[in-house]
T-cell receptor, first 111, second 113 residues
């Protein structure tokens, strides 16, 4: 089976740094995705990690440790518009290129 | 490049009715996946279509069915609607290769009363 654990909610201050953790269990690991989803909108792709280590994309970075079944998303210089849900996902085992999502972490950025 | 589109945006149905939701995939993508997202939850995989055939299915009953057309657009049909079917239904298109990004449409908000 597959399982993903993320914190349900987080709050951080504008301009600060926040780290959103994700632990996963899956067989046949084939990468880990992070998506951002604003309320009532579609998820949008943030990052994809298949190798261990940190990948940086502007204010957002994503880290993966395959041996620990662990990933995190790091958001720097937080802005109010970063208030959203952040979804951790791994390829689903039921077929090609489907995603198994965690419940998401709802991040609230406060002034 | 045209993104993923879905219709309708919102829909209200009564328990026991049937509904059809539509999705047009992103230009060049030949695979469409459907997800159900209940309030406060992550999206749950319903099924995927590739070359007009079902190519994987999640833990959803047979009253959830679908189609894919030669132009790669797709429909999701739900029969005998239940109150718990109220959710955001997301369509995502991609290439059928593990590890590639899925592009999501804006979703259809279905309310069953």
């Amino acid at each position: 089976g597959q399982n993903i654990d993320q914190p349900t909610e987080m709050t951080a201050t504008e301009g600060a740094i926040v780290q959103i953790n994700c632990t996963y269990q899956t067989s046949g690991f084939n990468g880990l995705f992070w998506y951002q989803q604003h309320a009532g909108e579609a998820p949008t792709f943030l990052s994809y990690n298949v190798l261990d280590g940190l990948e940086e994309k502007g204010r957002f970075s994503s880290f993966l440790s395959r041996s620990k079944g662990y990933s995190y998303l790091l958001l720097k210089e937080l802005q109010m518009k970063d208030s959203a849900s952040y979804l951790c996902a791994v390829p689903d085992q039921t077929g090609a290129n489907n995603l198994f999502f965690g419940t998401g972490t709802r991040l609230t950025v406060i002034p | 490049e045209t993104g993923v589109t879905q219709s309708p945006t919102h829909l209200i149905k009564t328990r026991g009715q049937q509904v059809t939701l539509r999705c047009s995939s992103q230009s060049g993508h030949n695979t469409v996946s459907w997800y159900q997202q209940a309030l406060g939850q992550g999206p749950q995989f319903i099924f995927q279509y590739y070359r007009e055939e079902e190519n994987g299915r999640g833990n959803f009953p047979p009253r959830f069915s679908g189609l894919q057309f030669p132009n790669y657009s797709s429909e999701l049909n739900v029969n005998a609607l239940e109150l718990d079917d109220s959710a955001l239904y997301l369509c995502a298109s991609s290439f059928p290769t593990g590890g590639t990004e899925q592009y999501f449409g804006p979703g259809t908000r279905l309310t069953v009363t």
